[in-house]
């Protein structure tokens, strides 16, 4: 028995929408930095916000007023840390150290990597479609911000 043709059309339409591939547009990434900045506002903390694509690749990246230079490169390593392996940053501290199993990560990647919190994956639908870095706090302050920013996203 064949298939009707409009009964094929949407098989093939299905097929598509489970193949494309969601990933973070610009309007995403800039949200997700205003969620950012409103909440280290509110801390009193200048910091700077990166969102990378699943890739690793730069989306968007701010650096609010007075902010530390060095959060530049650490926010943006902290996104592409999380987005490469789909696991906030402040869950990989432990497993760097030596004996560990991720011991020398730090070194790999051309110092692309970063292990302290302030990183998290971004997800959508169970897969990760991004990565969040954010940095110039303390590193309670640097996790507070990110998780601030998922939460608010995630809702």
């Not at 530390?68 to 996104?79: D, M, N, Y």
């Amino acid at each position: 028995m064949m298939m009707e043709e409009n009964q094929m059309e949407k098989l093939v339409g299905a097929i598509v929408d489970t193949l494309r591939l969601e990933t973070i547009t610009l309007g995403d990434a800039l949200l997700l930095i205003e969620l950012g900045k409103e909440k280290a506002l509110e801390s009193g903390v200048s910091m700077v916000i990166a969102v990378v694509d699943s890739g690793g690749n730069l989306i968007a990246q701010q650096r609010m007023d007075n902010a530390f230079i060095g959060s530049i490169a650490i926010s943006l390593s902290k996104a592409y840390t999380a987005a490469a392996l789909q696991i906030p940053t402040e869950e990989l501290a432990g497993s760097v150290l030596p004996g560990q199993p991720l011991y020398g990560l730090a070194e790999t990647g051309g110092g692309n990597f970063c292990v302290f919190g302030g990183g998290i994956p971004i997800m959508r639908k169970g897969r990760c479609i991004g990565g969040l870095g954010v940095s110039g706090g303390t590193l309670e302050q640097d996790i507070c911000v990110a998780k601030h920013i998922i939460a608010r996203w995630e809702s």
